[in-house]
């Protein structure tokens, strides 16, 4: 019995126990916070108007948008712009006599044949040596091997006869059978006179990088400060800028140019160039061609068919070959196949002033049966000079 009242005491202070610790636990439970509220949310104060002091805005009277002016839409706003200046009209310098003023840019170049033939025909004996040297001069000149052959001929017969011995009588002796290779007697003047009324048309061919289309605007130049009217005809439609770069040349004499869409048909910018310059009264047509290599038959195919376009609107009276004096013996190889293509009437010059090879003049008019016309000696806009025989060999052998 004792054990079981014993027993009772036991769980009755156990149970005292655990109901004290979990009541301790309940109390020191914080409660959970009670919900947040709203904030004031305090509206800022008005921007305030010039002059006004920051308080609450007042009340304004506001427009409605039928009280509002708004533009006519029937009438757009047109906005002028200032009219584009036209270019400044250049006045080319004058043709005749340009040779001889160029003669100095020529001679610088041009003068170590002249002195190297006269130094070798200055020596005391006139031995074969001596006469092979001059043949080696000319030769590396670009005369030609028969022209060259002619010259010492000619020259041996005459030193001989004469006894010439000084360096004056050797410089006239020389002077004298250079202009006769040179030939003075051909005809040089572009022909651009027609008899009938119509434009006088000069076409211009050549292969590349010979400075066609700069050539084509300088001869506009020429053209005009003779005195002439000038269309030109941008016909290069292969080159990108060829025609801007002609347009150019055009604008700054005052000539009108007629060009087409960049790789167009050349032949159909030629014919309008003629038919237009037909109804503007024009006094010559000029034509650029592009650029063709002398290798590709199909490219002088179709320069020949330009040519061939061109002559239904008006004759041709000009076919200028433009070639680059630097080529030398490679520039005969070009003449002869353009000549069989477009029959050349006359040949162009160009970079004369940078090359010693001056005797391509007398070798290409050899080649071809046709003159030298016009040479280029420069940069300049008026640097092209019409070829004149006894200027250019006063250059050669200088005073």
């Not at 036209?86 to 044949?113: D, F, K």
């Not at 160039?273 to 024009?282: D, T």
């Not at 592009?290 to 590709?296: D, F, S």
């Not at 050349?344 to 001056?358: F, P, Q």
Request: proline share 7%; no cysteine; charged share 25%.
């Amino acid at each position: 019995m004792d054990i079981v009242i014993l027993a009772v005491v036991i769980a009755v202070v156990v149970f005292g126990v655990l109901g004290g610790l979990i009541v301790g636990s309940r109390r020191r439970k914080q409660p959970p916070p009670p919900p947040p509220t709203a904030p004031d949310i305090t509206a800022p104060p008005a921007e305030p108007h010039v002059g006004d002091e920051a308080e609450t805005p007042r009340e304004e009277p506001r427009r409605t948008i039928e009280e509002v002016d708004l533009p006519d839409g029937s009438a757009p706003v047109v906005v002028e712009e200032p009219p584009a200046e036209a270019p400044a009209i250049e006045i080319p310098e004058p043709t005749a006599g340009r040779l001889v003023r160029l003669r100095a840019r020529l001679s610088r170049s041009q003068n170590a044949l002249g002195k190297g033939l006269l130094v070798l025909l200055s020596r005391e004996h006139l031995d074969e040596d001596t006469w092979e040297e001059v043949e080696d001069t000319l030769l590396t000149a670009d005369v030609g091997v028969q022209p060259t052959q002619e010259l010492v001929e000619r020259l041996r017969e005459r030193v001989k006869v004469l006894g010439t011995r000084t360096p004056a009588e050797l410089r006239g002796l020389l002077r004298e059978e250079l202009v006769t290779l040179v030939d003075p007697t051909m005809d040089r003047t572009v022909r651009t006179e027609t008899g009938t009324g119509g434009p006088g048309v000069v076409m211009v061919v050549g292969v590349n990088g010979t400075g066609k289309t700069t050539t084509t605007g300088k001869l506009a130049r020429v053209l005009v400060a003779d005195g002439n009217t000038v269309v030109l005809g941008a016909a290069d439609t292969f080159r990108a800028a060829a025609a801007d770069q002609l347009q150019t040349w055009g604008e700054r004499v005052g000539a009108h140019t007629v060009r087409g869409p960049e790789g167009g048909d050349p032949a159909s910018v030629a014919f309008d160039a003629v038919k237009e310059g037909k109804e503007m009264g024009a006094g010559v047509v000029l034509i650029d061609t592009a650029g063709r290599l002398h290798t590709k038959t199909g490219l002088m195919d179709e320069l020949g068919k330009v040519k061939r376009v061109v002559e239904k609107q008006a004759p041709l009276d000009e076919v200028l070959l433009v070639l680059d004096a630097t080529t030398g013996q490679n520039g005969l190889v070009q003449a002869r196949v353009f000549a069989e293509v477009v029959d050349i009437t006359g040949i162009v010059l160009t970079k004369l002033d940078g090359t010693a090879k001056g005797g391509i003049v007398i070798a290409v008019q050899r080649e071809l049966g046709v003159p030298v016309k016009l040479i280029g000696l420069g940069e300049g806009a008026d640097d092209l000079a019409p070829f004149e025989p006894e200027a250019f060999v006063d250059a050669l052998i200088g005073e």
